[in-house]
């Protein structure tokens, strides 16, 4: 079963910078290439959202306007691994963050569709002076 787990997060100022990893494993096709993978947010009392997506024929897409020129999605594919280098950050990015997969071939539309079937467990941004 597809398992991701995500890591980097913590307490950082205002200003500052993370690196946000998923590391994906026991996926059923060969290589983590075949699949989309996604981060989405989730602050205490709202509704989670997109921030980014990298699909399998490397599009990269924006889910919201909030991160443009602050965040940045990543894949190293050989290490089965999906980065987001979240910068200059603001105390409204405080959230959980999470990654999310889907098997995304031939299309390489999973981005654009927006859907997941497997989500790692979150971890912790909090952004504060």
């Known amino acids: 079963q597809l398992q991701l787990v995500e890591s980097g997060g913590g307490l950082v100022q205002p200003g500052g910078s993370l690196r946000l990893s998923c590391a994906a494993s026991?996926?059923?096709?060969?290589?983590?290439?075949?699949?989309?993978i996604g981060w989405f947010r989730q602050a205490p009392g709202k509704e989670r959202e997109g921030v980014s997506c990298?699909?399998?024929?490397?599009?990269?897409?924006n889910y919201t306007d909030s991160g443009k020129g602050r965040f940045t999605i990543s894949r190293d594919n050989a290490k089965n691994t999906v980065y987001l280098q979240l910068n200059s950050l603001k105390p409204e990015d405080t959230a959980v963050y999470y990654c999310?997969?889907?098997?995304?071939?031939?299309?390489?539309?999973?981005?654009?569709?927006?859907?997941?079937?497997?989500w790692g467990q979150g971890t912790q941004v909090t952004v504060s002076s």
């Open positions: 999310a997969a889907a098997y995304d071939r031939p299309s390489g539309a999973t981005c654009a569709e927006a859907r997941f079937g497997t």
């Open positions: 026991g996926f059923t096709l060969p290589s983590l290439d075949y699949y989309a």
């Open positions: 990298s699909s399998s024929r490397g599009g990269l897409i």
